[in-house]
């Protein structure tokens, strides 16, 4: 199931989000990591062949899967939803509230599957980067071959977050 596109629309270079209001933050990430081509949330800042910076920063067209829309309740309901920053407002809303549950996972030195959650929510509702005692906890539990490969994408999942909060704030 295609649950994001992050693609490059028209001779602008438009962001164009595509998604179902379901999505679990870890397969977007995966596959927005993973993909055949990756987003450019996980390309770096100063590439030379596509305008990051550019993209973080302007406006994305939401679209919310048309069989999902009218379970929205912050999103009016219309054959075609037209994102004059509801759509967009709401995607956000959504990563945020999931966001918490957003995991790394590797074969364990035991074959079992281990994972780390890379943000934490406080009582309070705050988000917070895992703490480096647990992330530590994890890579001890994995082998030391995948060691480099593990830390590579949670870097690249960090600033993927990073990217997303400066959209949040530009927008």
Do not use: C
């Not at 309740?73 to 990563?95: I, R, W, Y």
């Not at 780390?116 to 890579?139: H, N």
């Not at 001890?140 to 949670?154: L, M």
């Amino acid at each position: 199931v295609n649950m994001i596109d992050m693609g490059n629309k028209g001779s602008g270079g438009s962001v164009e989000i595509k998604v179902s209001d379901k999505f679990k933050i870890e397969a977007l990430f995966e596959e927005l990591y993973e993909g055949k081509k990756k987003s450019f949330l996980f390309k770096s800042v100063d590439s030379k062949n596509e305008n990051v910076a550019g993209k973080i920063l302007r406006d994305w067209k939401v679209v919310f899967d048309a069989s999902e829309i009218s379970k929205l309740k912050s999103v009016k309901q219309e054959t075609e939803a037209v994102d004059e920053g509801g759509p967009s407002k709401e995607f956000m809303n959504l990563v945020w509230k999931r966001l918490h549950k957003l995991e790394v996972t590797a074969k364990g030195n035991d074959g079992n599957q281990k994972s780390v959650k890379l943000m934490d929510r406080s009582d309070t509702g705050y988000l917070m980067p895992q703490t480096d005692d647990k992330i530590q906890v994890f890579f001890d539990s994995v082998p030391a071959s995948n060691h480099e490969a593990i830390r590579k994408k949670i870097e690249a999942y960090y600033q993927a977050i990073g990217k997303l909060f400066l959209h949040a704030l530009a927008s």
